[in-house]
């Protein structure tokens, strides 16, 4: 069990690997003068060259790949042209806020996601399965920006109930850093009006961005769930007379959480790269709207901070899942013991 | 399966003389099990109808020369009426009429960047499959794993940034980010069947690698392939709309959804209709292949 | 496992109910934004972010906003484009202008609590040469040495003589210098001054200004508070706001919902016709149009087919819809005459320019051209450029320029693209397109301001230039002028460079623009809203519109 984990962290680790070659790759090939651009088209030659060799962008590019990665093991990734200060900071601002976003919309997926497949199985073939389906298909159909969009328009201007930008309201003092996360410092610091605000503006990115991973997790786990259904086993505890709710929640969802889980944790990884536009659109400051922003820039070396911290997310994400999945599985848990 | 009962006559049998059911009669009997589910025959239907506004915009659009280089400011940002049905966007043009042109380029964006990785993720995922566990199969997939450790979004946009904004090159940022999920799929299903009693007499048979690859195997992974283009029609779409929404897709004058909901988020909410109608259109042609390739994933696997 | 969860359940929905419960006893903590009533007088002004707050650094819009507020410099520009004392109290010059003697006041003092004297100017000019960044190149080339004679006088050495020196030390923003230097990182990129402070720089300020920075988030916003020891005092301002939040990444659809229900206080300037419609809709809500300088051009590269024939530019200055463009595109600017502002010394009358909307002149010219057949029949085509950043008008005014051109027979093709791409683009002849759209504002109001900058040869390869005229003669006069002493001989010279820009056509001058403003009118006055309002003529230099101290705050 634990040689196989083992095996798994080092094949993601290669693909770490492979990920750093790729991005740096990319991010070379896009045109622009690094160091003119973060100087400006008036700054002196002299000055140019020597932030040129700063940066090491005189050199050929496997010698600037060894710099660049050296870099990234000694936790340095470059200055950014835009905010024009480590690379690090940056992300150590922008990436929690991110993870708050990630997470509450993590959590509303895997709730939703549940709650409708479940509600879905129950009612199968009835009306309220055919309203979720339909709620599930408007989920996919439409990006997370349009949903952004229209959400704006709901509620900043027909029931203007919740606020449409940034982390938290104007003449609020952001809370000391702990984690970064904002509702849970505020609840550290025990200012409960300080997290209930950040949560407000919270909610509404989240939903949206969780809109489609709620459709697809709820359509998996109905589908998983109606297979098992009609194993044996269900009918037999149908034939005991044990509660429908029971059967349901107890012993219908647990074996059908597998596909789910992998799923869903794949959706929420991808959240966290996803959310581009719905950060844009609601002005939350987080690591994609400081990507896209580094990529109309040209500031490569902060695109390929972002795109290496998304990646590693994923792998993460995935390493995560595989063992969760193992240890879901009884299959799987005993497999190597035998 | 319908190939079952023929697994053991193989070893024995030319495989070009098994006896081939009428294609015709397949066709109907898919129809028959398609058109149960009639939602997915709305879908088709929602598909073939933009399909063939798109195709006849010429006859049907209400403004031909608002498509192209025209402005009209003195009737910019008009209200829906029944001169403009859909109201008039801020240069003046007929919404109605870019939304028709814009469909398009949202399913040529969709299907031409679908179909062009379709060869190349296929092939790498067959070879990968066939090959397993040799070198060439794990630099394979261990690339794709690279590509795939990134969210589509992030990779796509990356990609697009680096070229000049266009439909073509969004369409080929989109196919480079793209393939490595028809070389998982594929992969997948070549590794389940390798090891059937079929594969291994065709290769006990000598029958050529390619033979094996493209007539023994590949027809098991047209179902699931077929499936997940269809959805994926949609998906390009929806992320060809995205990249036009951050200004990385078709440029002006020439319409593209994603750009005018871009252009109208700003006249929000009082202009509402300069967002509200392409943002609409998307959804439709998305939910077109959603349907379509639900129906297509259901009828497969019944068919089994 | 079950209990626990509804245990934790509980407990959050406590803290939740907890949460709501304490709302109303924290003034600070509401979800309503801080209103003004009885509280310290606060503004929130959207701008183009990030902002620099360092002087060596910065040079946009947004940055001079800071510096201005944050700084003080030698010389104060008015709004007629002349200049008055500031930190100097007078100057003078030897007789060819090449060594600018000023004397400075001896109470300005820093935020610092330091004393601002001679040597602070000297160091803060020898930074911004050696950073290179930002305005330098104003002075880069120009002040050869800069000595400070005692604590209160500095003498500037120039390499050649300028006729308008202190004109330009507008953006000559006085640092501290005891301050930098107590927080400089060592290892930086210039020798002893370490990285000259450029890294503390980025989130705090040397000032003396009448504001101070309260807090920089380099991420989302600027908060700046009045420093009540300021030297020129506040007894004669005591509506002055306490503190004014510069606020970034405020798109369009968040600047409409949070003017209305008061977390901003002002749009920015970037907005199109129907949004400024619908914030003067809001109740309070008003409209001003300032000029600031800001010339709105078509730079056609000269040395790229098929731009690079003069009928064909010409034929493009004629096709321009000049009308649509101030009543539909960017409402209250005006059709620019020339290079520099109209209206301003050295600028051209309206029947000093040529060029007018007239499709005949424009197919007249474009028949004299080499390349008419091939841009008839579609073989060659046009390429335009606009910022993708810059709104919807550029987008609209792309499309205008477009169907002028279509009317004509000849076809655009329109990119548009992000500036960092523009300004790649701009580095070498061949990548600069036929036609871009940019809109230039001088840092300094004179004429060289614009000539110097938009058509000196010295300029081709940055984005201020993609005409690449490298025109022998124009770039003579320029320097002529710039060194000649007499105001009026120099405007003399300013005004026969334009004249003959207008036969080159190198640039489409397209608008003089306004920049527009909603604003909160029952929260605050500005003086720009003053002056648009009793219909004067002013001019800012950019940054100049938004000097916080004389802003009045209403209730």
């Not at chain 1, 622009?32 to 090491?56: F, I, K, N």
């Not at chain 1, 109930?161 to 982390?167: E, N």
């Not at chain 3, 200049?83 to 109290?89: D, Q």
């Not at chain 3, 800001?294 to 087919?305: E, G, H, Q, R």
Request: charged share 15%; hydrophobic share 45%.
């Amino acid at each position: 069990m634990i040689l196989k984990i083992l095996k798994r962290v080092v094949s993601y680790l290669l693909v770490l690997l492979g990920l750093s070659v790729f991005v740096f790759i990319l991010v070379r090939v896009m045109p622009g003068d690094t160091a003119r651009l973060a100087l400006g088209p008036r700054a002196p030659e002299e000055t140019v060259q020597a932030l040129r060799r700063e940066m090491h962008l005189d050199k050929s590019i496997p010698v600037q790949y060894y710099y660049w990665l050296k870099g990234i093991l000694q936790g340095d990734l470059g200055t950014s042209v835009i905010s024009k200060r480590p690379i690090t900071e940056d992300i150590a601002f922008y990436l929690p806020a991110t993870v708050e976003l990630a997470l509450l919309s993590a959590i509303f997926m895997a709730t939703f996601g549940i709650l409708l497949g479940v509600t879905a199985t129950k009612y199968s073939e009835k009306w309220p399965d055919a309203i979720i389906r339909v709620l599930s298909y408007l989920g996919i159909v439409a990006p997370a920006f349009l949903w952004a969009v229209l959400a704006m328009l709901l509620f900043a201007y027909l029931i203007p109930i919740l606020p449409v930008s940034g982390r938290i309201s104007a003449g609020i003092a952001p809370p000391v850093t702990r984690t970064g996360l904002y509702i849970v410092d505020y609840l550290l610091q025990g200012n409960f009006a300080g997290a209930w605000d950040a949560f407000r503006h919270l909610v509404m990115p989240a939903i949206v961005l969780s809109f489609g991973g709620i459709s697809q997790s709820a359509r998996i786990c109905r589908a998983s769930m109606v297979s098992n259904m009609e194993k044996p086993y269900a009918a037999a505890e149908r034939a005991y007379g044990i509660p429908e709710n029971k059967i349901l929640y107890k012993y219908l969802l647990k074996p059908s959480l597998n596909s789910f889980i992998s799923v869903t944790a794949l959706d929420i990884a991808m959240l966290f790269g996803g959310a581009y536009l719905v950060e844009s659109i609601f002005n939350y400051p987080g690591l994609s709207r400081y990507g896209l922003t580094a990529m109309l820039n040209k500031d490569v070396f902060a695109v390929s901070a972002v795109m290496l911290v998304d990646g590693v997310i994923v792998i993460g994400f995935n390493l995560v899942t595989d063992i969760i999945i193992s240890f879901l599985d009884p299959r799987i848990r005993y497999s190597s013991s035998t | 399966m319908e190939s079952c009962p023929n697994k053991i006559d193989i070893s024995q049998v030319d495989v070009s003389r098994i006896p081939r059911r009428n294609a015709g009669e397949n066709i109907r009997k898919l129809w028959y099990k398609f058109s149960l589910n009639r939602v997915s025959v709305v879908g088709l239907a929602l598909i073939l109808l933009i399909a063939a506004a798109a195709i006849f915009y010429r006859s049907i659009v209400p403004y031909p020369e608002h498509i192209g280089a025209m402005v009209d400011f003195k009737n910019a940002c008009m209200p829906p009426s029944w001169q403009h049905l859909c109201g008039t966007d801020q240069a003046g043009r007929d919404i109605l009429s870019r939304i028709i042109y814009a469909f398009r380029g949202a399913l040529t964006m969709g299907v031409v960047a679908i179909l062009a990785i379709l060869p190349l993720g296929g092939v790498l995922g067959l070879v990968a499959g066939y090959w397993n566990g040799r070198f060439v199969s794990n630099l394979i997939m261990r690339v794709a794993d690279v590509f795939l450790s990134l969210p589509t979004l992030i990779l796509v946009m990356c990609v697009s940034s680096i070229m000049t904004p266009s439909t073509r090159n969004a369409m080929l940022a989109i196919s480079i980010s793209w393939w490595p999920w028809y070389t998982r799929l594929v992969y997948g299903i070549v590794t389940s069947t390798r090891n059937e009693v079929y594969i291994r007499s065709a290769e006990v048979l000598g029958a050529n690698v390619w033979h094996i690859l493209l007539k023994e195997i590949l027809p098991n992974a047209l179902g699931p392939i077929l499936t997940k283009m269809t959805l994926d029609f949609g998906v390009a779409i929806l992320a060809g709309a995205t990249l036009s929404f951050v200004g990385m897709g078709e440029q002006p004058p020439a319409p593209s959804l994603g750009a005018m909901v871009s252009a109208g988020v700003g006249y929000l909410p009082d202009q509402w209709w300069m967002a509200v109608f392409p943002a609409l259109a998307i959804m439709l042609i998305v939910l077109g292949f959603n349907l379509l390739g639900d129906g297509i994933g259901d009828m497969l696997s019944d068919a089994e | 496992m079950k209990r626990a969860l509804a245990i934790l359940l509980a407990a959050l929905m406590l803290i939740g109910i907890a949460g709501c419960t304490d709302n109303p006893p924290t003034p600070a903590g509401t979800d309503k934004p801080a209103e003004t009533q009885g509280k310290p007088k606060a503004l929130t002004i959207p701008v183009d972010w990030p902002a620099y707050i360092d002087p060596g650094v910065g040079s946009k819009a947004a940055d001079c906003i800071s510096f201005v507020n944050l700084y003080d410099t030698l010389v104060f520009p008015n709004s007629d484009a002349t200049i008055s004392p500031m930190v100097a109290e007078s100057w003078e010059a030897n007789d060819d202008c090449t060594e600018y003697t000023f004397h400075l006041r001896d109470d300005v003092v820093f935020h610092s609590g330091n004393k601002l004297t001679a040597k602070d100017v000297a160091f803060s000019m020898n930074r911004m040469l050696s950073v290179g960044e930002g305005f330098a190149y104003m002075y880069a080339g120009l002040v050869q040495s800069v000595e400070a004679v005692d604590e209160k006088t500095v003498k500037f050495t120039l390499s050649s003589s300028s006729g308008l020196f202190p004109n330009l030390l507008i953006r000559l923003y006085i640092l501290d210098e005891a301050t930098v230097m107590a927080n400089i990182a060592k290892d930086g990129a210039y020798g002893e001054f370490g990285d000259y402070g450029k890294n503390w720089l980025l989130t705090h300020d040397a000032g003396s200004g009448p504001y101070k920075v309260k807090e920089m988030i380099t991420e989302e916003h600027l908060t700046m508070e009045k420093y009540s020891d300021y030297w020129m005092g506040w007894s004669d301002k005591p509506q002055a706001p306490d503190t004014v939040k510069l606020l970034g990444g405020v798109d369009t659809a968040s600047m409409k919902t949070m003017m209305a229900n008061g977390e901003l206080d002002a749009s920015d300037d970037a907005q199109t016709a129907e949004t400024y419609a619908a914030l003067d809709a809001l109740e309070g809500v008003e409209i001003s149009r300032a000029p600031i300088g800001v010339n709105f051009n078509i730079m056609l590269n000269t040395k790229l087919a098929p731009t690079d024939d003069v009928h064909v530019r010409k034929a493009i200055a004629f096709a321009t819809d000049y009308d649509t463009i101030a009543n539909d595109i960017y409402i209250g600017s005006a059709k620019a005459t020339g290079p520099i502002q109209k209206g301003m010394a050295g600028s051209l009358s309206d029947e000093e320019c040529p060029y007018k909307y007239d499709l005949a002149k424009a197919e007249e010219e474009l028949k004299q051209s080499p390349y008419y057949n091939d841009l008839i029949s579609g073989a060659m085509k046009l390429s335009l450029t606009y910022c993708s950043e810059g709104g919807a008008q550029q987008e609209n005014l792309a499309l205008l320029i477009q169907a002028g051109m279509a009317s004509l027979g000849v076809s655009v093709e329109i990119t548009g693209k992000p500036f960092a791409t523009m300004m790649t683009d701009a580095q070498t002849v061949e990548t600069t397109p036929n036609a871009s759209f940019v809109a230039f504002a001088p840092s300094y109001l004179d004429g060289s301001g614009y000539l110097k900058n938009r058509y000196h040869s010295s300029s081709c390869g940055t984005w201020e230039q993609m005409e690449w005229l490298q025109d022998a003669e124009i770039d003579a006069l320029i320097e002529q002028a710039m060194s000649t002493m007499d105001q009026d001989a120099r405007n003399a010279i300013y005004k026969e460079i334009s004249l003959k820009l207008m036969d080159i056509c190198p640039t489409v001058w397209m608008a003089d623009l306004a920049s527009s403003s909603a604003y909160r009118a029952d929260h605050f006055i500005s003086p720009v809203a003053e002056m648009f309002a009793a219909g004067e003529a002013f001019i800012f230099a950019m940054g100049y519109s938004c000097y916080y101290r004389d802003y009045k705050i209403l209730g």
